[in-house]
């Protein structure tokens, strides 16, 4: 009989193709044949939460092509907790340990979460287009474009690309990169001022190969900063340093963001990262699962990616949660725990919109006063918040026409209609409008909690 690890390569080729490389590296990566006699075939994987998924919805397909390689038709299949992988993973060498602990505190140190990796990065049709345009941004050192910045609502996986990228990079180049929060740049710099030491800073961030900044709308409204960031992404391109931004708005939808600043943030590539579909949804959880010790039903993981449809962010808080709960109880994961514990994450009863958070958020995002919103003023700097806020109003409160005008100081009817038609012709002609609005909603949602 040929050997376990000849039988298990062919059986894993013929597994691939059926799978596609997405499907096939998720269940089948750290697994392998341990034995095979005339009656069973036993299949180590690295944790229960593996073992149960392919017992459940594996073992048909393994045990047909095993079966057929062997020429054996009533072959049992079994999956067993690799005891190798089991105790490297519990007790590994005191050298690697060390190593390892010495690597977090130096990524930790530059507020970088190593456990973001691109591997791990779920592609669906929502981010596609960003995902390929960090993997150009690392495979080359002069990439066709630069700078990529990537745009999105709140938790759809902005900074786990460029997280994902910076440590990529620190694994397989010898270069210096640097990833921060643009809050982070921005203290650094007001630091560097007080104390004289603007030439150290400007050395430190205009000497770098890769720049990543995440959270840029932080600079809206501060006009130095602005102009310091101005200069050093200039200093960085001039040099063809590779420079990537994710943001929570397009940079035309930065509120008070100079000009330069927003042409230079536009001068490459600008890639959307909208909310991932269902399907993504329940990818993302299964390969979330797949990292704990426990089984968690392929319902459970269907209703949770359901109810997730906003914030994929909170799913990681949502399998915690249910686990502890599980061991803590002494209860297996299902649907009607699972039902019980989420309870919290997904109620919105209680929680009603109310016309003062919209009319915060927008006066907070365009720092107008509420006198101003409620004038009869006709610049655009007031009018454009104003209809917006009347759009949103409509659109979450489903108040009248009626309503909305005597909410605005009296207005007519007819202003009130022209308005919210006027916010309804942008979002079919202008997805970056409609990625603005989706960021305000986002803010709004966020006031609830």
Same mark, same amino acid.
């Given at each position: 009989?040929?050997?376990?690890?000849?039988?298990?390569?062919?059986?894993?080729?013929?597994?691939?193709?059926?799978?596609?490389?997405?499907?096939?590296?998720?269940?089948?990566?750290?697994?392998?044949?341990?034995?095979?006699?005339?009656?069973?075939?036993?299949?180590?994987?690295?944790?229960?939460?593996?073992?149960?998924?392919?017992?459940?919805?594996?073992?048909? $397909?393994? %045990?047909?092509?095993?079966?057929? !390689?062997?020429? &054996?038709?009533?072959?049992?299949?079994? *999956?067993? /907790? @690799?005891? +190798?992988?089991?105790?490297?993973?519990?007790?590994?060498?005191?050298?690697?340990?060390?190593?390892?602990?010495?690597?977090?505190?130096?990524?930790?140190?530059?507020?970088?979460?190593?456990?973001?990796?691109?591997?791990?990065?779920?592609?669906?049709?929502?981010?596609?287009?960003?995902?390929?345009?960090?993997?150009?941004?690392?495979?080359?050192?002069?990439?066709?474009?630069?700078?990529?910045?990537?745009?999105?609502?709140?938790?759809?996986?902005?900074?786990?690309?460029?997280?994902?990228?910076?440590?990529?990079?620190?694994?397989?180049?010898?270069?210096?990169?640097?990833?921060?929060?643009?809050?982070?740049?921005?203290?650094?710099?007001?630091?560097? $001022?007080? %104390?004289?030491?603007?030439?150290? !800073?400007?050395? &430190?961030?205009?000497?770098?190969?890769? *720049?990543? /900044? @995440?959270? +840029?709308?932080?600079?809206?409204?501060?006009?130095?900063?602005?102009?310091?960031?101005?200069?050093?992404?200039?200093?960085?391109?001039?040099?063809?340093?590779?420079?990537?931004?994710?943001?929570?708005?397009?940079?035309?939808?930065?509120?008070?963001?100079?000009?330069?600043?927003?042409?230079?943030?536009?001068?490459?590539?600008?890639?959307?990262?909208?909310?991932?579909?269902?399907?993504?949804?329940?990818?993302?959880?299964?390969?979330?699962?797949?990292?704990?010790?426990?089984?968690?039903?392929?319902?459970?993981?269907?209703?949770?990616?359901?109810?997730?449809?906003?914030?994929?962010?909170?799913?990681?808080?949502?399998?915690?949660?249910?686990?502890?709960?599980? %061991?803590?109880?002494?209860?297996?994961?299902?649907?009607?725990?699972?039902?019980?514990?989420?309870?919290?994450?997904?109620?919105?009863?209680?929680?009603?919109?109310?016309?003062?958070?919209?009319?915060?958020?927008?006066?907070?995002?365009?720092?107008?006063?509420?006198?101003?919103?409620?004038?009869?003023?006709?610049?655009?700097?007031?009018?454009?918040?104003?209809?917006?806020?009347?759009?949103?109003?409509?659109?979450?409160?489903?108040?009248?026409?009626?309503?909305?005008?005597?909410?605005?100081?009296?207005?007519?009817?007819?202003?009130?209609?022209?308005?919210?038609?006027?916010?309804?012709?942008?979002?079919?002609?202008?997805?970056?409008?409609?990625?603005?609005?989706?960021?305000?909603?986002?803010?709004?949602?966020?006031?609830?909690?």
């Amino acid at each position: 009989m040929e050997s376990c690890s000849k039988i298990w390569d062919d059986v894993l080729e013929n597994v691939r193709e059926k799978l596609g490389p997405l499907r096939f590296n998720l269940w089948f990566k750290n697994t392998r044949l341990e034995s095979i006699d005339d009656r069973h075939a036993s299949i180590a994987v690295p944790n229960i939460f593996t073992q149960m998924w392919l017992q459940e919805n594996f073992s048909g $397909l393994l %045990k047909e092509d095993i079966g057929r !390689f062997l020429k &054996k038709r009533d072959l049992d299949v079994r *999956f067993v /907790i @690799d005891s +190798v992988q089991a105790k490297e993973n519990v007790l590994p060498e005191k050298s690697v340990v060390e190593e390892k602990k010495a690597d977090a505190a130096g990524r930790k140190s530059l507020g970088v979460n190593k456990g973001l990796l691109l591997e791990d990065f779920v592609v669906g049709s929502n981010n596609r287009l960003a995902y390929t345009a960090a993997l150009e941004m690392i495979r080359e050192e002069y990439p066709p474009f630069n700078p990529l910045f990537i745009h999105g609502s709140v938790g759809v996986g902005k900074t786990h690309l460029l997280v994902g990228i910076w440590n990529r990079v620190k694994k397989e180049q010898t270069v210096n990169a640097v990833y921060m929060p643009a809050e982070k740049w921005t203290n650094e710099f007001i630091y560097a $001022l007080q %104390k004289g030491k603007m030439e150290l !800073f400007r050395q &430190k961030y205009r000497n770098v190969d890769v *720049f990543l /900044i @995440d959270d +840029v709308q932080f600079l809206s409204n501060k006009q130095g900063v602005q102009e310091e960031f101005l200069h050093t992404f200039n200093a960085l391109y001039d040099s063809s340093k590779r420079i990537i931004f994710a943001s929570d708005a397009h940079p035309r939808q930065i509120c008070q963001l100079k000009e330069n600043l927003a042409s230079r943030f536009m001068s490459g590539m600008v890639a959307r990262v909208e909310r991932p579909e269902y399907a993504t949804r329940l990818l993302i959880l299964r390969t979330k699962a797949a990292r704990y010790d426990v089984y968690f039903p392929e319902d459970v993981l269907e209703y949770i990616a359901e109810k997730f449809a906003d914030n994929v962010r909170e799913v990681e808080s949502a399998l915690i949660t249910l686990t502890a709960h599980a %061991k803590f109880n002494e209860r297996k994961i299902d649907l009607s725990l699972a039902r019980e514990v989420l309870k919290e994450f997904f109620c919105d009863e209680g929680k009603v919109v109310k016309v003062e958070e919209i009319e915060g958020v927008v006066l907070r995002h365009f720092n107008i006063s509420r006198s101003d919103l409620h004038s009869n003023k006709k610049a655009k700097t007031v009018s454009f918040p104003r209809q917006i806020c009347m759009y949103l109003i409509k659109n979450q409160l489903e108040w009248s026409y009626q309503q909305i005008g005597s909410y605005f100081g009296n207005k007519k009817h007819s202003t009130v209609i022209f308005a919210i038609k006027k916010i309804n012709d942008e979002l079919k002609n202008d997805d970056r409008f409609k990625s603005f609005l989706d960021m305000l909603m986002e803010k709004i949602r966020k006031n609830l909690g």
